[in-house]
C-alpha cells in the first residue's frame, strides 16, 4: 500500500514549492497537503495517514498542538516537524510530541530522506502496535530515578557530571537523550550519539525544561509487570549490557563498531518498556507460557502476534532517527547467531545479554544455548572465560 504523508504549512508558497519540489515522489507517496492546523485535522479526519510533516509556527494552531491532536488519534503516524525558529520554549513542546525535528529551511533530499527513513522503518504489524510506536512520548523510569534527577535539576549548580551519573544509570532517561540529540532538537548531531555525548549536547538547561513539561520523563510504579522484567530490571540490565557490549568488541569490531555494539546491547529492550506500559497482563501471560513451555520469550511472542516486544523497539527507534547500523544492532541483538555469521555490533550486544544470564542479572525467558554463546564469543574474539568473568564483575 502506498504510504500517505500530510505536509501541513500555513505559507501558501511553501506548500506549492513542496507540491512542486515533491511531484516526482508522487509514485512512491500518497501527498496530502493542508494550509493549517484546523485544515490538516479536517483531513485527519476523514483518512488514515503514514506521516505528518507540520511546521512548527502557524496562527491559530501550531504545529505542536496539531502533533498532540495528531499522537492523541492517530497514534500510528509519524510525527515530523519543521521550524525555522529557535525559541526554547516552542522547541520543547515540539520535542514531546514530534518524532523527528527539522530546522528550516530544510532542502527536498534532506526531506525526502527523513520521510523515507520513518516510511522504511522497520515494520511490525502497524495496527497492533499503534498504541505503543505511534503514542510513545515518554518511557517509564523507577520514580525514585526521576525524583533524583528533579532534585539535581532544580539544584541551581548541579554539575553535569551527576546529571550524567543519573541518566546513563537509566534506560529510558538515557534512551531519551540520545532520541533527543540524534534527532537534532537541539542539535545538529551526525552518526551514533553516546549517552554521555548527548547530555552534554543538550545541557542541564535544556533537560530542566524538558524535566518540566512532566511529559519526556516519566515516573512508572517499579513493582508493575512480572518479576525479572520490571521496569528497573530492565533498566539495570541494558545499563551493564551495554558496558559489557563494548568490552566484548572491543579486539573485533572499531571504535564506531564498539559504539554501536554498546547502543545496541543497551537499547535492546526498549520495545518491551515501552509496552510495559500498556501490555502488564499480556507479558505476564507470556513469561509464564515460556517457562511453562522451556521456549524462549521472544519465541512465544513470535507465535502469538507475529513479532517479538524487542522488534517493537527497533522500529522506534528507527522513527526516531538513531542511525541505521545502531537499530541493525538493536536488531542483531535479539536473533541467535549461527557458525559462521562475522562478528558485528548487534551479536556483540547478544553476547551480553547471554552472559548476563549467569548473574543477578538474570533475563526471565531467555534461553542461552552454550555452544552459540561460546561460538559468538569466539567470533567476537574474546576468551569466553574472560568475558564470563567480566560479567560477574560488572553485576557484582
Known amino acids: 500500500m502506498t504510504p500517505t504523508v500530510l505536509f501541513v504549512d500555513d505559507e501558501p508558497r511553501i506548500l506549492d514549492g513542496l507540491r512542486r519540489g515533491l511531484r516526482q515522489h508522487r509514485g512512491r507517496w500518497d501527498m496530502v497537503f493542508a494550509p493549517g492546523g484546523y485544515e490538516a485535522i479536517e483531513v485527519l479526519q476523514s483518512r488514515r495517514v503514514d506521516v505528518v510533516v507540520s511546521d512548527m509556527r502557524m496562527p491559530g494552531m501550531d504545529g505542536a498542538h496539531l502533533l498532540a491532536w495528531v499522537r492523541n488519534h492517530q497514534p500510528a503516524a509519524a510525527r515530523i ?69 528533579r532534585a539535581l535539576l532544580d539544584a541551581p549548580d548541579s554539575p553535569l557530571a551527576s546529571v550524567l551519573a543519573v541518566v546513563s544509570g537509566d534506560l529510558a532517561l538515557s534512551a531519551t537523550a540520545v532520541h533527543l540529540a540524534s534527532g537534532a532538537f537541539f542539535t545538529a548531531a551526525k552518526g551514533p550519539v553516546a549517552v554521555a555525548d548527548a547530555v552534554v549536547m543538550l545541557g542541564v538547561s535544556t533537560l530542566r525544561g524538558l524535566l518540566d513539561t512532566a511529559q519526556v520523563f516519566w515516573p512508572f510504579d517499579e513493582t508493575s509487570g512480572p518479576q525479572g522484567l520490571r521496569v528497573e530490571q530492565l533498566s539495570s540490565r541494558a545499563v551493564v549490557a551495554g558496558q559489557l557490549a563494548g568490552q566484548l568488541a572491543a579486539d573485533s569490531l572499531d571504535a564506531e563498531g564498539r559504539q554501536h555494539a554498546e547502543l545496541g546491547a543497551l537499547l535492546r529492550d526498549v520495545g518491551r518498556l515501552a509496552c510495559l506500559v500498556g501490555e502488564t497482563a499480556a507479558l505476564e501471560s507470556d513469561l509464564a507460557e515460556a517457562q511453562r513451555t522451556g ?15 524487542t522488534e517493537i523497539g527497533a522500529a522506534l527507534l528507527a522513527v526516531w532517527g538513531l542511525p541505521t547500523p545502531v537499530v541493525v544492532a538493536v ?66
Open 295 to 309: 521456549q524462549s520469550l521472544e519465541q512465544v511472542e513470535v507465535s502469538r502476534a507475529g513479532y517479538a516486544r
Open 331 to 396: 536488531q542483531h541483538a535479539q536473533r541467535p547467531w549461527t557458525h559462521g555469521r562475522p562478528a558485528d555490533p548487534g551479536y556483540a550486544a547478544r553476547a551480553a545479554h547471554l552472559l548476563l544470564q549467569d548473574t543477578p542479572l538474570r533475563e526471565p525467558g531467555l534461553v542461552v544455548d552454550p555452544a552459540e554463546l561460546d561460538g559468538l564469543l569466539r567470533a567476537l574474539r574474546a576468551d569466553p572465560a574472560s568475558a564470563a568473568r567480566t560479567a560477574r564483575e560488572l553485576t557484582a
Open 81 to 149: 516537524i519543521l521550524s525555522g525558529h529557535a525559541e526554547p520554549e516552542a522547541t520543547l513542546r515540539a520535542a514531546v510530541v514530534a518524532h523527528r525535528f527539522l530546522h528550516k529551511p530544510c532542502d527536498l533530499e534532506r526531506l525526502t530522506e527523513v520521510v523515507d527513513g520513518v516510511v522504511e522503518a522497520p515494520q511490525v504489524d502497524r495496527a497492533r502496535v499503534a498504541a505503543v510506536l505511534g503514542a510513545v512520548s515518554a518511557l517509564p523510569s523507577p520514580p525514585h530515578v526521576v525524583a533524583r534527577l
